[in-house]
């Protein structure tokens, strides 16, 4: 990288202080702090879009389409449920935006009771802290990588300005900055697919063994795991739990001024995702071509720790081998831009579960108490992130892999957990989590028991399950109390719904220890 690289890169760091110093000028109370005051439509549905479509899309998607045995356009699948996803909660997220939370997880309790807010609160916070930390330590790697500097700055740099950023201007900051990002993002794949498409197009017929985008597969032999069926119906519920019920992404949701600008937000990303990934795919096949015609090209990439080419790492080699200087710096500019779109957005919706869901108010507080309050729980998590990132490749290899597993263990049952919440209200916080705890009992079950089924259909065989069980258990308890009132004290105590809490949570302790010792 080149002088002028390094000046464009340090003034758009600059730029995106003063940008947050500005937003965050007016902000006085933490809800101002957490939902932004009154985000437009339009720029809520593009932060989630860009947080979506992060670093790890940009440089895992041409390297699975382009370089990867067994890949090509069968990354497409991944999007199939995207718009249905979007439709079901069309559905069923109004009633949750009606709640006026901040927290996604104060609608629980509301409508089931304290212990499902908590459980619910809890399992966001553990998986979304740890995934973080470990998307913190991928993204510097990378960035290490292409700027030449070491591990240390190169977490600095992402870090300080990420975090310093987000603890300043909140989630007007976060948001606004998404759309600048996704601006700059967009644009580097746009320039670079017109630079690529001569190549493209003169080796498309050697590339066509590729352009296979279906697979006709339930994931039900073991042969694979992303086939249509389980993309659609398992990536159906997995897509409606990650957009609907993860604080992260459904903290945006929550600050549409009203419905009709959250119905506008999920038709956005219903139908605005698929292109941008599209984009990618076609990134990752050109990228291909580009290769075919300079055999050098893959020899000259960076190793990986085994010694082979990092072929992750094949768009912003192609840039900085490719693009003039300048240039070179807005392009990288852009994959420093999708990292920090996904940090700040989980650093701040992390703040937001901490604060909200387990450092109540009190009566003693005041508005600006809670304000500071949430800046110092942002800098915390913060702080969590870049220490766990120092730890990450220590961690057995094993447990990175299955992170996204276990997230699809408990993503099923939470949503299950919310459309009890949407559809039987009042239903007894016991009975609830009961029915999350046996949702999550049937994965594991299905895990490590039935390894040929595809881990996408346990999104769908948790939330069905804890649907099931809460009503099957909801309708028992029903029975018992009009069947008179010594019935009324089957009804568990609330020390017995912290019981059930605490068992989950070292449930999923215990799972994870497990899997790292494999």
């Not at 699948?77 to 996803?85: F, S």
């Not at 499902?116 to 330590?137: D, E, H, K, P, Q």
């Not at 990439?301 to 192609?318: D, I, Q």
């Not at 089957?490 to 994870?512: D, E, N, Q, Y």
Request: aromatic share 10%.
């Amino acid at each position: 990288m080149t002088t002028l690289d390094w000046l464009v890169i340090a003034g758009y760091l600059v730029a995106m202080m003063a940008l947050a110093i500005w937003l965050g000028r007016d902000q006085r109370t933490e809800r101002d702090y957490y939902l932004g005051g009154d985000l437009p439509a339009p720029a809520l549905a593009t932060s989630i879009l860009a947080t979506q479509c992060s670093t790890n899309s940009l440089l895992g998607a041409p390297a699975f389409v382009g370089f990867a045995a067994g890949g090509g356009l069968l990354w497409l699948q991944y999007e199939l449920a995207v718009p249905l996803a979007m439709l079901g909660l069309a559905f069923l997220f109004p009633a949750v935006h009606r709640s006026g939370v901040i927290s996604i997880y104060a609608f629980l309790e509301q409508r089931l009771g304290r212990a499902a807010r908590l459980t619910a609160s809890a399992s966001f916070l553990f998986f979304r802290g740890i995934a973080t930390g470990v998307t913190v330590y991928g993204v510097a790697s990378v960035l290490s990588l292409i700027t030449g500097v070491a591990y240390v700055p190169a977490v600095a740099l992402l870090m300080g300005v990420t975090v310093c950023y987000d603890v300043i201007g909140g989630m007007r900051a976060v948001v606004i900055s998404d759309v600048v990002q996704m601006l700059l993002l967009i644009a580097a794949v746009v320039v670079s697919l017109i630079w690529l498409a001569p190549d493209l197009w003169q080796y498309a017929d050697t590339l066509s063994h590729r352009s296979q985008a279906l697979v006709n597969d339930w994931g039900l032999s073991g042969e694979t795991n992303y086939g249509f069926w389980p993309m659609l119906f398992g990536g159906l519920f997995l897509y409606m739990a990650y957009y609907g019920c993860d604080q992260s992404q459904a903290q945006r949701l929550l600050a549409a001024k009203h419905e009709i600008d959250l119905n506008r937000i999920l038709v956005f990303n219903g139908l605005m995702r698929f292109p941008l990934v599209l984009a990618y795919c076609l990134l990752g096949l050109s990228l291909a071509a580009y290769a075919l015609d300079r055999p050098e090209f893959i020899r000259e990439l960076p190793l990986t720790s085994s010694g082979e080419p990092n072929l992750n790492m094949v768009f912003p080699a192609f840039v900085l081998r490719e693009f003039a200087p300048g240039l070179a710096g807005l392009a990288i500019v852009g994959l420093f831009a999708a990292a920090m779109s996904s940090i700040d957005s989980a650093l701040n919706s992390l703040s937001a579960s901490t604060l909200e869901d387990f450092l109540p108010a009190t009566s003693a507080g005041t508005e600006r108490q809670r304000f500071m309050q949430s800046k110092v729980v942002t800098l915390c998590w913060g702080v969590f992130a870049i220490g766990f990132s120092f730890g990450v490749e220590h961690i057995a290899s094993t447990l990175l892999e299955s992170i996204n597993k276990v997230s699809s263990v408990v993503n099923g049952p939470l949503l299950g957990l919310f459309v009890v919440a949407v559809l039987l209200p009042g239903t007894a916080s016991a009975i609830a989590v009961s029915g999350f705890a046996v949702g999550i009992a049937l994965n594991l079950v299905l895990w490590q028991f039935v390894p040929d089924v595809s881990w996408l259909w346990w999104n769908l065989s948790g939330c069905l399950t804890t649907l099931g069980v809460a009503m099957l258990l909801a309708g028992w308890r029903l029975s018992l109390e009009l069947g008179g009132s010594a019935a009324r004290s089957i009804v568990v105590p609330t020390t017995s719904r912290r019981t059930l809490l605490a068992g989950f949570l070292t449930m999923l302790s215990i799972l994870m220890a497990i899997q790292a010792l494999r």
